[in-house]
């Protein structure tokens, strides 16, 4: 069994980590930190797990977690970092929920988080923490920078494209949309009901903070510097993301179904949907995976087209953070990937 502690368990992610990992057959939950419910039962909190997790929360003590194999950071972007050099050097395994380890630069991460990086030592050492493009690196880390949701839509749409070099990669174009949960669980008037309910916006478009960290991504796996124009929206509905992306061919492609069904053959989490589908985010609600279908619209008066879009759909909240961490465990503990993942998405 593994000795699992989580850090930070009253949000959104934390929540999550603990409905999936009550049902995972090798977890043993043995310590879930809050400074502000300390001692209230999890059960009372979340009647969800009431019968599955009969943990209380408790203050952070870097003992207890020290005796922890893996500990999961729950926490909002910035925590992570305060903690991560003693755990590490202790010997536990350290997976970050938020983006405090995502960005390699510290001088980027200081430019889009506001706040100077508490340790830019563990940075270069820090893997970024998808499976999809990381796997072996994963099982030998000490530290995991768990993806954000909008860059984990987004690159594993873009990739197959880029790792065949078919696209213009100094134009990419995502228009991406998330439920209002992906803002978390703290009280904001934007995400009240009576704002968010029937109707849609866009935000950040002068620039969000995971639009470095998906050019960053995108880049290591080209190895060519990337452009890329992000926009996020705010859609009315609690779970789920839904990424429509735009790339422009540069040279001719005979069958991109049979290239996005081979680049993805092997992928548990991954499902490529039959030509002509449209992916629903309902789909995929609270199960790991990623949906994908990839189209070719006409876009001249041949009705012909050299433009790619890929629509990509997962749960912000499962695929897009905690369900992912937990395949990240998995591999990190050499067990079946798809321990504790296995569950389908859940309708209506």
């Known amino acids: 069994?593994?000795?699992?502690?989580?850090?930070?368990?009253?949000?959104?992610?934390?929540?999550?980590?603990?409905?999936?990992?009550?049902?995972?057959?090798?977890?043993?939950?043995?310590?879930?930190?809050?400074?502000?419910?300390?001692?209230?039962?999890?059960?009372?909190?979340?009647?969800?797990?009431?019968?599955?997790?009969?943990?209380?929360?408790?203050?952070?003590?870097?003992?207890a977690?020290?005796?922890?194999?893996?500990?999961?950071?729950?926490?909002?972007?910035?925590?992570?970092?305060?903690?991560?050099?003693?755990?590490?050097?202790?010997?536990?395994?350290?997976?970050?929920?938020?983006?405090?380890?995502?960005?390699?630069?510290?001088?980027?991460?200081?430019?889009?988080?506001?706040?100077?990086?508490?340790?830019?030592?563990?940075?270069?050492?820090?893997?970024?923490?998808?499976?999809?493009?990381?796997?072996?690196?994963?099982?030998?880390?000490?530290?995991?920078?768990?993806?954000?949701?909008?860059?984990?839509?987004?690159?594993?749409?873009?990739?197959?494209?880029?790792?065949?070099d078919l696209v213009d990669a100094q134009h990419l174009v995502a228009d991406a949309k998330s439920g209002v949960s992906g803002a978390g669980k703290k009280a904001e008037v934007h995400t009240l009901f009576s704002e968010a309910a029937d109707s849609m916006k866009a935000y950040a478009v002068a620039g969000h903070r995971h639009w470095p960290e998906i050019r960053q991504g995108l880049e290591a796996a080209y190895r060519k510097p990337v452009g890329l124009t992000f926009v996020p929206h705010l859609a009315p509905m609690i779970r789920g993301i839904h990424a429509t992306l735009y790339a422009r061919l540069t040279r001719p492609v005979e069958d991109l179904q049979a290239l996005f069904e081979q680049h993805y053959a092997k992928e548990p989490f991954v499902d490529v949907m039959p030509a002509g589908s449209h992916p629903e985010t309902r789909s995929v609600r609270a199960a790991n995976v990623c949906r994908l279908a990839v189209h070719r619209p006409p876009n001249n008066s041949n009705g012909s087209g050299d433009t790619v879009v890929v629509l990509a759909v997962i749960d912000n909240l499962v695929k897009g953070a905690a369900g992912q961490a937990i395949q990240n465990m998995n591999i990190l503990f050499g067990l079946d990937e798809r321990a504790g993942l296995r569950q389908a998405g859940v309708l209506p």
């Open 65 to 164: 977690l020290a005796g922890c194999d893996v500990v999961f950071s729950a926490t909002p972007n910035g925590v992570a970092m305060t903690h991560a050099r003693e755990l590490v050097n202790s010997g536990v395994k350290l997976i970050d929920l938020a983006a405090d380890f995502r960005l390699r630069d510290p001088a980027t991460w200081e430019q889009w988080y506001g706040v100077p990086h508490a340790c830019p030592e563990l940075l270069a050492e820090a893997v970024y923490g998808l499976p999809e493009v990381n796997r072996e690196k994963i099982r030998k880390a000490r530290l995991i920078a768990n993806p954000g949701c909008y860059p984990t839509a987004v690159q594993l749409g873009f990739l197959p494209l880029l790792a065949r």
């Open 1 to 63: 069994m593994i000795k699992i502690g989580i850090i930070g368990g009253t949000g959104y992610t934390g929540v999550e980590l603990l409905r999936l990992l009550a049902a995972h057959p090798q977890a043993d939950l043995r310590v879930i930190t809050s400074r502000g419910e300390a001692g209230k039962q999890v059960a009372e909190l979340f009647p969800n797990l009431r019968g599955h997790v009969r943990l209380a929360f408790s203050e952070p003590d870097p003992k």
